[in-house]
């Protein structure tokens, strides 16, 4: 089965830093492309950023971009966000999500499939 | 990288059909394949239902169908039933390796 677990969320100043990790298992993980989407409480989904297959491509929403950096590490089969100068507007429920098919299956363009697995999410929350 | 457009909310009653539309520019949802839809229950993670405009994934009901028009693309529900009560997702790639998705829509089955 595959399965996405998201870990890192927590309560935060405004302007610290954290971390999010993201631990797969059940797949081949360097086969896709990654993905963080956020959904603040009561609200929609937001795209945040991907990572392509190797980290060769990454895309940020403008609202993280500067801020947020995405990178991967195959080896271990985990995600990363490392999020700085958080900001109030940042506290969502963070999701990792993969892209639905992988290079083997010819897709290996970020951002140009669907999203099929998600995690269960982890809370950030940004408050003084 | 403005949010893609979807009705705040739609309803039905059983057994009927539903359209939920997304309206995006000719720089998305107009110029690209991938869009998608997602089913997203209270407290529970997004599932897949639509990829690539029009395509089903394995598991998912054949009353949910896709299609798209320029730069809108619709989520059809047929043959409404309880447990479809949801709020569903519009996604589209943007370009640039980025993504959107639509501000969602809340079904409720009356």
């Known amino acids: 089965e595959v399965q996405l677990v998201e870990s890192g969320g927590n309560l935060v100043q405004p302007g610290r830093s954290l971390r999010l990790s993201c631990a797969a298992s059940?797949?081949?993980?360097?086969?896709?492309?990654m993905h963080w989407v956020r959904q603040a409480p009561g609200k929609g989904l937001e795209w945040v950023s991907g990572?392509?297959?190797?980290?060769?491509?990454?895309g940020y929403a403008d609202s993280v971009r500067g801020r947020f950096t995405i990178s991967r590490d195959n080896a271990r089969n985990s995600l990363y966000l490392q999020m700085d100068g958080l900001k109030t507007e940042d506290t969502a429920f963070y999701y990792c999500?993969?892209?639905?098919?992988?290079?083997?299956?010819?897709?290996?363009?970020?951002?140009?499939?669907?999203?099929?697995?998600w995690g269960q999410g982890t809370l950030v929350t940004v408050s003084s | 990288q403005s949010a893609l457009t979807q009705p705040a909310s739609v309803s039905g009653s059983p057994g009927q059909s539903i359209t939920i539309s997304c309206t995006g520019t000719?720089?998305?949802?107009?110029?690209?394949?991938?869009v998608s839809w997602y089913q997203q229950n209270p407290g529970k993670a997004p599932k897949l239902v639509i990829y690539e405009v029009t395509k089903r994934p394995s598991g998912v009901s054949n009353r949910f169908s896709g299609s798209k028009s320029g730069n809108t693309a619709s989520l059809t529900i047929s043959g409404l039933q309880a447990e479809d009560e949801a709020d569903y997702y519009c996604?589209?790639?943007?370009?640039?390796?980025?993504?959107?998705f639509g501000g969602g829509t809340k079904l409720t089955v009356l």
């Open positions: 996604c589209s790639y943007a370009g640039s390796n980025t993504v959107l």
């Open positions: 999500t993969k892209q639905y098919r992988g290079i083997r299956s010819g897709y290996s363009h970020l951002g140009l499939d669907a999203f099929d697995i």
């Open positions: 990572i392509s297959w190797n980290g060769g491509d990454l």
């Open positions: 059940g797949l081949t993980f360097d086969d896709y492309a």
């Open positions: 000719s720089s998305d949802v107009g110029a690209y394949k991938p």
